[in-house]
């Protein structure tokens, strides 16, 4: 056991689903896995690991912001010696080209956080995903016909005063869409020789009033996005 995962070493798989809600990560569980059981739920941060079409992989919830998404990715890259690792999130739209309810593949994700600094005074802000996990995203997305739109993240610190940093990103580091996770996702996967991809269900808009998917619909309305990481995750080796 780690300090904030109750679970057994060997009860969390060497893939991993991760996303910010822990309800949605339920919901992945009993909608999609045979044979699951709850494997953590410490602080109620849940996580699930059971079987999808006879592959044994892992469902986690990491929390808001980079803070939580830090410290819940470090222990499962580092004690749980996960290898691959899908977020599958919600953001918001920073372009006309990208609308509520397009599933985005983040190809990286530009931050103005200090994580990488305060821990080893690295100033990168930008990090990349996994070209692995990336191609076969993309791959899968033609099989299913899925319309997947590829750009690059905001990771903001700050939910309500986003306007001024999602500006200064659109213009000058060309992101597409923001959300509050996936800089440290792939920042602590590179730290631990992981892989680490985003996909990201655009339920609101950062250019555009009223137009937003309710709290039930960022629960349990992403399983477009969720069906097409699962697809993902099982087709690389444990």
Known sequence: ??????????????RVLICGDPLRAKHIAETFLDDY?????????????????GERISVLSHG????????????????YKVKYMIRIGSCGTMKEDIEVGDVV??????????????ENKDATKIRKSS?????????????????????????SDNFYGESLNAAFAREKFDCGVAEMESYVIFYNASKFNAKASCLLTVVDSLIKEDVFYSPEERETGLDKMTILA?????????
């Open 64 to 79: 808001m912001g980079i803070p939580s998404a830090g410290i819940y990715t470090y222990e499962l890259f580092n004690e």
């Open 37 to 53: 059981k709850e494997v953590c739920n410490t602080r109620n941060m849940l996580g699930f690991t059971g079987y999808y079409k």
């Open 105 to 118: 593949l983040g190809t990286d994700s530009f931050s103005i956080s200090n994580y990488a600094y305060e």
């Open 230 to 238: 699962l697809n993902t995750i099982i087709k690389v080796g444990e």
């Open 1 to 14: 056991m780690s300090l904030h995962i109750n679970a057994n070493k060997e009860d969390i798989a060497s």
């Open 131 to 155: 070209d692995e996990l990336n191609n076969l995203i993309e791959e899968e997305a033609k099989e299913e016909g899925m319309n997947l739109k590829k750009t690059r993240i905001l990771t």
